[in-house]
């Protein structure tokens, strides 16, 4: 046991949070610092991996990828992709020295270049390495494989008739009789919501350049959000040891969760290359490319039967969520497990019962996404309240209130965790207060009474969102922090940057604690060089975890510098303090870089490593029981449309959202993440739509088609606010909260809002049963479905 | 006429380039990070939708500067000859100061993972330049629809530009005389042949000389703006042995507009055009114009260019076909002018002989007797392809009757195309609802429209009908109505605001 770890002691952080104006850095933890990339950014100054130099006689890839959905391939006629102009080698399954696979969870069933058949269109198959991009991207096209097709299964329904197996074990979450209690409910209804998927859409896509080093050490820079994984992937690919390959990160353009596992094949292929050549190796995918080959956010059917009171309590609640996971396991078994997760968002469901059915398709491998399926458990949640709601004739608000988590009773999930934290009863009123909800929700009715061709709709949704990795093992962090001589300080740690802000913070953590400015603390790159055996940027937990492992380091140093200045300057320990106008010791106030000057010729060492665990959590799959999050983060919106009953086009006119960041690190940083966050997932419900044709081709694999939310798609009026004096109440980094994740569900209450003003086509009588994503199209139908009583032809 | 170069000039940053053996299809934003090491500029997409690319082409025309945002990915090296080009490593001013707008963008946290961030600060810097400075959201949200954001919801990014529109002049205003001299110096009035392994360019000095080459190079490949064809390139990975740029050619780039309506010269852009085009078509159709592609594609693409591809869903030919345009087309000497619907013969087909092409248009101007309408349906509302773009155009007689009925539908056919069962349905009648039903009726048998990835039949069938009824509300026997969109909705609901 390490003597100074702070999780020797669990009130060792009970004063993480600094009482009210003291302590506070300006810059430091609390306060709005900007970007530590702003500037450079604006500039076009801050590199991505295709802006670094490229090494002489660098080498250019473009995958080579399947023209069918489920196939035996019974030749490969490469002859004249190697011929091409500028092509320096063509690379098969048969070059890899190694392991062909790069299932992230081990599971064996991802190859990475296909060898005797292909499992979805746009699966690698080959790699061409050309002198140039362009050169590559012509050659590939030059291939002639010959195909014998199988029986494609291509969603959720196709896998259901065919028995597709799952690719995960399918997950049972249950309390009580579920069956009595649907049985003796006063009321009861079922019925399906389908939810799409949604494409990543990172504006910089997937790249990683790979350069040979000495005796098989090979440097990869790749645009992941799991740097150690990414380098295992290498390693097993190259059948190396993990410490001859290094994998490095200064930022990426963008992840989302789309470079958490994805990431992997790009850094392999160019890793593959640059070993056998003895060149340094550049994939970067094109737009259309990526679109094609990389996974996605999984698209949901799911079937739910519910019991409830005629005061639209819930008493029993039995669902059935099926996902398309596309052709290879990937990360889809936590993340439908995610979705079960938040199959009750905000609300208690007394007897219960969520099952899974992961199922394999021969289409992209589905994978994370912002939310990690947690959003569509959420859609499903909310459908239920909105059948209720129209069930009862209540107010869904009234809904949601009479169901939201108890704080004493009425408080257990359906996989046995005690919510300990629940302020849903009194975020939601208290946003319906602060954006006159009640006032709105009649002038919308008024206004559709009078209107033929547009409707309005508006609605109020609350999230709860589980924070921590529900693979426990996941939920550890390292850091590495230098202090210099000259007193500026190097801030290394085990997350990667992808534009939520996170180096910021944890520069800011940094700053905090010694008393310094942005000038004298600087964040350096990621690397599995620095900080081994990292876990994914993901599930919202970078700040939570690399934060208190960044603080563990810097108080380790801090602990030796006190000891130092103490003994030198005899005084006690106690009298050392570290301010933002230098160091206090004793009634002296020096400089930081004088206090480190004396600290080094005194021999002190002022390097550190520092570890995090998360405490408390424990989650069994297999039985689907335990404390599986740290806590959790709420929050609620309320939007407000008009669609256009002529063409089904939508409009968010006004959105608010009250948001729980805790104590927040950063509230300009969490803002933007919330706005963001917003955005992204009203986008996913409404505009974003993936299709694919009857060949199991993606049509929409380009921002041609693929529509993510432009400029004019954002709210008129946005108002963001976090939420006042609510500090965490577990020891989180200064009692802040995770902030990535939570808020792209607020997009959820964009889907309610359409469904409201859908209703008022028969009175608001009946549920329109909205599905997702509510294109133009879908309004439309769903329009026409109400207005006539059956759907169109 | 000042004879023949051989080599295309132009400056990035300070810096002049003359370059002779560039590939005719090498694109900007290729060569800016490949050949250059400028790697400011991104590729986000490489087809001209996501904006991360956006550099300023800056002209002088006549006498006058014009900064526009271009999509970089899509504009080849080749049609930028006499330009000036600035990109993100321009924008700082030199004492090492940021841009206003740069300015802005860091202090209202505007960017997040920051590779959006240099295309939409030179959108930015260009809106800044634009003629009647971008004050209000819908200019703003006109300004950046051409760049997307995948992380910050756009938020910070309007506040930025709200502030940056307030700023003073920038270095650029201080460069300005300095630009316009350089650019002045550049004018020669060659025509410009490149002719290597890469391929052959000609930049014809006039239409005449357009018309020689044509002639003489039936297969010669003519290039406006290059939205459409850049892609061929970028995403086709077509060879094209011989591209004859006349982006700037001067007797195509002429705009006349007097009493009986408007011409455009072949390289005449969309955001040129729109200005001229809304003087005589209403708003709702001004609208359907603002909405092709976004500030960077109307900035490069021509009107002509939009028509002479072809495209089935192109949004230009369906308005102007409804207003009665004329298509001028010429072969060597000989010009013959068509209407522009039979231009149109089938998919990737149209009336254009070898070594033709396409001078000019022209619209009529409506009569005061005469209604245009035209709306647009796509899933995005901004820089979206259209899933259903109906333009209609009526002339009542003085009983109230319609005279005569343009119908024109793109999106629903092979090619943009008249609905002449519902014209006639239309014809004759009093624009009442006996009318709407049969008109609605017909249109049902003038489309057997495809389901794609952008709409089903259905859905263009119904709202194509859905039109013809936002046409009677809107412009009907009753009187107009305000809330017939839901943008127009929008508009309105400022009011609203968070108390």
């Given at each position: 046991?390490?003597?100074?770890?702070?999780?020797?002691?669990?009130?060792?952080?009970?004063?993480?949070?600094?009482?009210?104006?003291?302590?506070?850095?300006?810059?430091?933890?609390?306060?709005?610092?900007?970007?530590?990339?702003?500037?450079?950014?604006?500039?076009?100054?801050?590199?991505?991996?295709?802006?670094?130099?490229?090494?002489?006689?660098?080498?250019?890839?473009?995958?080579?990828?399947?023209?069918?959905?489920?196939?035996?391939?019974?030749?490969?006629?490469?002859?004249?992709?190697?011929?091409?102009?500028?092509?320096?080698?063509?690379?098969?399954?048969?070059?890899?020295?190694g392991d062909n696979q790069i299932s992230p969870v081990g599971k064996g069933d991802e190859p990475l270049l296909a060898t005797t058949e292909v499992s979805f269109y746009g699966q690698p198959v080959f790699v061409v390495a050309a002198t140039t991009r362009n050169a590559a991207r012509r050659a590939v096209r030059l291939a002639k494989v010959e195909y014998e097709d199988l029986p494609a299964i291509l969603n959720v329904a196709e896998a259901r008739a065919a028995g597709s197996p799952m690719v995960w074990r399918p997950m049972e979450m249950k309390r009580g009789d579920v069956v009595a209690g649907l049985e003796h409910a006063p009321r009861r209804l079922s019925g399906r919501v389908t939810v799409g998927g949604q494409e990543h859409f990172y504006l910089e896509g997937q790249v990683a350049l790979a350069r040979p080093g000495e005796e098989g050490e090979v440097h990869v820079t790749s645009s992941t959000q799991h740097p150690t994984e990414t380098q295992h992937m290498v390693a097993h690919v190259l059948d190396r040891p993990a410490n001859l390959v290094t994998v490095e990160v200064r930022r990426m353009g963008g992840g989302f969760g789309g470079k958490e596992t994805q990431a992997n094949a790009c850094a392999c292929l160019a890793a593959l290359v640059a070993d056998r050549m003895g060149r340094a190796a550049k994939m970067r995918l094109d737009r259309d490319d990526d679109m094609t080959m990389t996974g996605k956010r999984h698209d949901f059917v799911i079937d739910y039967d519910v019991g409830f009171t005629d005061e639209g309590r819930i008493v029993a609640v039995d669902m059935v969520l099926a996902a398309r996971c596309g052709w290879s396991a990937d990360l889809s078994g936590p993340v439908i497990d995610r979705a079960l997760f938040h199959a009750d968002n905000a609300y208690f469901y007394p007897d219960v019962r969520l099952r899974s059915e992961p199922l394999r398709t021969n289409t992209q491998s589905n994978t994370a996404y912002r939310g990690f399926g947690g959003p569509q458990g959420v859609v499903a949640a909310e459908r239920v309240i909105e059948e209720i709601a129209f069930a009862t004739g209540l107010d869904p608000l009234a809904v949601r209130l009479r169901n939201a988590y108890g704080t004493h009773d009425r408080n257990v999930t359906p996989y046995n965790m005690v919510v300990e934290d629940s302020i849903t009863a009194e975020l939601l009123p208290e946003l319906a207060r602060r954006c006159h909800y009640e006032k709105r929700r009649e002038a919308c009715r008024a206004f559709n009474a009078g209107s033929p061709y547009l409707r309005r709709g508006i609605a109020i949704t609350p999230v709860k969102f589980g924070i921590s990795f529900t693979a426990t093992h996941y939920n550890q962090a390292g850091a590495l922090v230098h202090v210099y001589t000259d007193g500026s300080v190097q801030v290394n740690h085990g997350g990667t940057e992808m534009g939520q802000g996170l180096h910021t913070k944890m520069v800011q953590v940094a700053m905090r604690e010694l008393g310094l400015g942005t000038d004298q603390v600087r964040i350096t790159a990621t690397t599995t060089g620095k900080?081994?055996?990292?876990?994914?940027?993901?599930?919202?937990?970078?700040?939570?975890l690399n934060g208190m492992a960044v603080l563990d380091a810097v108080r380790r140093i801090k602990r030796r510098l006190v000891e130092f200045a103490a003994a030198h300057w005899n005084v006690g320990e106690d009298e050392v303090r570290f301010a933002p106008d230098g160091v206090h010791v004793g009634q002296k106030v020096i400089a930081f870089s004088h206090l480190t000057r004396q600290a080094y010729f005194a021999r002190v060492s002022m390097s550190a490593n520092g570890f995090y665990k998360t405490p408390k959590i424990s989650w069994n799959g297999d039985t689907g029981q335990g404390r599986p999050f740290y806590y959790f983060a709420y929050g609620a919106a309320c939007s407000e449309v008009v669609i256009d009953l002529l063409t089904g086009e939508m409009k968010i006119d006004r959105v608010d959202i009250l948001h729980d960041a805790g104590q927040s690190l950063n509230p300009a940083l969490d803002i933007g993440q919330i706005e963001g966050g917003f955005v992204q997932g009203a986008g996913w419900l409404t505009c974003e739509e993936l299709v694919w044709d009857r060949a199991g081709r993606l049509r929409t694999h380009a921002p041609s088609t693929y529509k993510i939310p432009a400029c004019s798609d954002r709210p008129r009026v946005f108002n963001v606010e976090l939420l006042e004096n609510a500090p965490n109440r577990e020891h989180t980094i200064f009692r802040s909260k995770a902030v990535g994740e939570p808020p792209f569900v607020h997009g959820v209450s964009v889907l309610q809002a359409v469904s409201d003003a859908l209703a008022s086509l028969d009175g608001y009588r009946t549920c329109p049963r909205l599905d997702a994503p509510a294109t133009p199209e879908m309004i439309l139908r769903v329009a026409e479905r109400m207005r006539h009583g059956s759907p169109p032809a | 006429m000042t004879g023949i170069r051989h080599g295309i000039r132009f400056y990035v940053g300070n810096e002049c380039h003359t370059l002779a053996d560039v590939?005719?299809?090498?694109?900007?934003?290729?060569?800016?990070?490949?050949?250059?090491?400028?790697?400011?500029?991104?590729?986000?997409?490489?087809?001209?939708?996501?904006?991360?690319?956006?550099?300023?082409?800056?002209?002088?025309?006549?006498?006058?500067?014009?900064?526009?945002a271009v999509n970089a990915c899509i504009q080849f090296v080749s049609m930028l000859d006499g330009a000036q080009v600035l990109t993100i490593e321009d924008v700082r001013a030199p004492d090492g100061s940021l841009h206003p707008v740069q300015q802005a963008m860091v202090d209202q946290h505007g960017s997040q993972c920051g590779f959006c961030t240099p295309g939409f600060v030179m959108s930015m810097v260009a809106g800044r330049k634009a003629d009647g400075l971008a004050q209000d959201e819908h200019a703003i949200d006109d300004m950046l629809a051409g760049n997307l954001c995948r992380c910050t919801g756009y938020a910070p990014i309007v506040r930025a530009m709200r502030h940056a529109v307030q700023a003073g002049p920038d270095h650029f205003d201080a460069m300005a005389g300095e630009i316009a001299d350089r650019l002045r110096a550049l004018r020669d009035g060659a025509t410009v042949e490149l002719d290597g392994p890469a391929g052959r360019l000609t930049i014809p000095a006039d239409a005449d000389a357009l018309a020689r080459v044509m002639v003489a190079h039936p297969d010669a490949r003519i290039v406006a703006g290059a939205t459409d064809v850049g892609l061929w390139v970028t995403k086709g990975m077509r060879d094209l042995p011989h591209v004859v740029a006349i982006g700037q050619v001067p007797d195509l780039r002429r705009i006349e507009c007097n009493k009986d309506g408007v011409y455009l010269g072949a390289a005449v852009t969309w955001q040129e055009a729109r200005a001229v085009l809304?003087?005589?078509?209403?708003?709702?159709?001004?609208?359907?114009?603002?909405?092709?592609?976004?500030?960077?594609?109307?900035?490069?693409?021509?009107?002509?260019?939009?028509?002479?591809?072809?495209?089935?869903?192109?949004?230009?030919?369906?308005?102007?076909?409804?207003?009665?345009?004329?298509?001028?087309?010429?072969?060597?000497?000989?010009?013959?002018?068509?209407?522009?619907?039979?231009?149109?013969?089938?998919?990737?087909?149209?009336?254009?002989?070898?070594?033709?092409?396409?001078?000019?248009?022209?619209?009529?101007?409506?009569?005061?007797?005469?209604?245009?309408?035209?709306?647009?349906?796509?899933?995005?509302?901004?820089?979206?392809?259209?899933?259903?773009?109906?333009?209609?155009?009526?002339?009542?007689?003085?009983?109230?009757?319609?005279a005569s009925a343009r119908v024109a539908f793109g999106g629903m056919a092979a090619t943009p195309r008249r609905a002449s069962r519902t014209e006639a349905a239309l014809e004759g009648h009093r624009w009442d609802e006996t009318t709407l039903a049969a008109a609605r009726q017909a249109i049902m048998a003038d489309f057997a429209p495809i389901t794609d990835m952008r709409a089903s039949d259905w859905y263009r069938r119904t709202v194509a009908a859905n039109l013809l009824t936002r046409l009677h509300a809107d412009c009907g026997p009753e009187n107009a109505r305000a809330d017939i969109s839901v943008r127009a909705a929008c508009a309105n609901a400022g009011g609203h605001a968070h108390g």
């Open positions: 046991m390490r003597e100074d770890t702070p999780m020797a002691d669990g009130n060792s952080f009970a004063n993480a949070s600094p009482p009210a104006g003291d302590g506070i850095v300006p810059g430091g933890a609390s306060d709005s610092l900007r970007h530590e990339s702003a500037a450079m950014h604006v500039q076009g100054s801050a590199t991505y991996i295709d802006d670094l130099p490229e090494p002489r006689g660098t080498l250019h890839l473009v995958p080579g990828l399947s023209t069918r959905a489920h196939a035996r391939i019974l030749s490969m006629d490469l002859d004249a992709v190697r011929q091409a102009d500028g092509v320096v080698g063509v690379y098969t399954a048969a070059d890899i020295p900080v081994p055996n990292t876990s994914a940027t993901a599930a919202s937990s970078g700040a939570d | 590939a005719p299809t090498r694109t900007l934003l290729d060569w800016l990070r490949e050949d250059r090491g400028l790697t400011g500029t991104k590729e986000g997409c490489n087809e001209g939708d996501c904006g991360a690319c956006t550099v300023l082409v800056v002209r002088l025309e006549g006498e006058r500067l014009v900064w526009r809304a003087d005589i078509l209403p708003q709702p159709d001004a609208e359907v114009i603002r909405r092709i592609g976004s500030v960077q594609v109307r900035n490069s693409g021509t009107v002509c260019g939009n028509i002479a591809n072809g495209s089935p869903i192109g949004d230009g030919p369906p308005v102007l076909i409804a207003a009665g345009a004329k298509l001028h087309l010429r072969r060597g000497d000989v010009r013959r002018v068509i209407a522009l619907e039979d231009f149109f013969i089938d998919y990737g087909r149209q009336d254009r002989a070898p070594g033709e092409f396409v001078e000019g248009v022209s619209i009529p101007r409506p009569g005061a007797d005469t209604v245009i309408r035209a709306w647009k349906v796509s899933k995005r509302f901004d820089q979206d392809i259209s899933a259903i773009l109906g333009a209609f155009s009526l002339t009542f007689a003085p009983d109230g009757a319609i």
